[in-house]
């Protein structure tokens, strides 16, 4: 195997790519380089963790080999391997949720219709979550003084806003229309049979925002050290992406995402396990 590049010489491509011999140019440069340096040992890792976890290979196992803890390698390579898992499955499925969590699923469809939209969106998610008041997200929620009237509100002022016909759009939009983007889906898994695509009806399209957090809400569960995904997981998903519609409106009503997370490990260490 060759050796890496040395530090002499990382210093000198730094020096030839900055753009100028001052010293802050060239730290700019050398931040610019060591974040492409750790994206690539990230990626490189990432590939052969997940080598190990087809290969049948325990996290504590991979943890021991990489000298970290069984957290630490969670939480470095869970959107990682959350991100390899959604690529490799054609269409959503979601065999890792709870029966809480499909139930919300389905009713992020019903929202979205309900609200004229015809694409899930993250606030359609986040509005689904308090269909199930005994699941961990909708007690969080609770505990945090979020209702479901509050998010509801928010969702339709945001919607009159977007339907304003001055001002660029936002990176999100809840509007009818809205087609869905290229992304990830969050799990990987069988197709379910004809009896239950039958049962569940068609489909809804998923916006780009909100099959990321579909994807983040695997990689929550799996930094959880969970093999299911729960309303909790996709509670604290919510948050991943900062732009997101559910993401502002929870930060807008005072619910943070480490208060969020806060009250979710309370109470699945009270009760072992979430759903």
């Known amino acids: 195997m060759a050796p890496p590049p040395s530090l002499q010489e990382l210093i000198e491509i730094v020096r030839q790519d900055s753009s ?79 029966d809480r969590a499909r139930h919300v699923m389905a009713e992020s469809g019903r929202a979205a219709s309900a609200l004229g939209a015809d694409a899930v969106g993250t606030e359609h998610l986040l509005l689904a979550l308090f269909s199930e008041p005994q699941g961990l997200a909708a007690r969080a929620l609770a505990a945090m ?29 809840p509007t009818a229309g809205a087609q869905p983007t290229a992304g990830a889906h969050p799990t990987a898994g069988a197709q379910p049979t004809a009896a239950e695509a039958t049962a569940a009806g068609p489909r809804p399209a998923y916006s780009g925002p909100a099959k990321l957090a579909l994807r983040d809400a695997l990689a929550v569960a799996l930094e959880f050290g969970h093999n299911y995904i729960g309303t909790e997981h996709l509670l604290l998903a919510l948050y991943r992406n900062t732009d997101s519609l559910a993401a502002r409106i929870l930060t807008s009503a005072g619910a943070l995402e480490a208060t969020a997370c806060a009250h979710v490990t309370a109470m699945l260490r009270g009760q072992g396990q979430g759903r």
């Not at 209702?147 to 936002?170: H, K, W, Y």
């Open 145 to 173: 003084d979020v209702s479901e009237e509050t998010v509801r509100a928010a969702v339709r002022a945001a919607d009159g806003r977007a339907r304003q016909p001055a001002g660029p759009a936002g990176p999100e939009q």
């Open 20 to 98: 100028s011999d001052q010293p802050l140019d060239q730290l700019v440069t050398a931040a610019a380089a060591a974040a492409q340096l750790e994206e690539t040992t990230d990626a490189l890792l990432g590939h052969f963790v997940d080598r190990c976890r087809r290969d049948g290979r325990s996290w504590t196992e991979i943890s021991a080999a990489l000298g970290v803890t069984k957290q630490a390698a969670h939480k470095r390579f869970a959107t990682a391997l959350a991100s390899h898992i959604a690529a490799s499955t054609p269409a959503p499925t979601f065999e890792r949720f709870t």
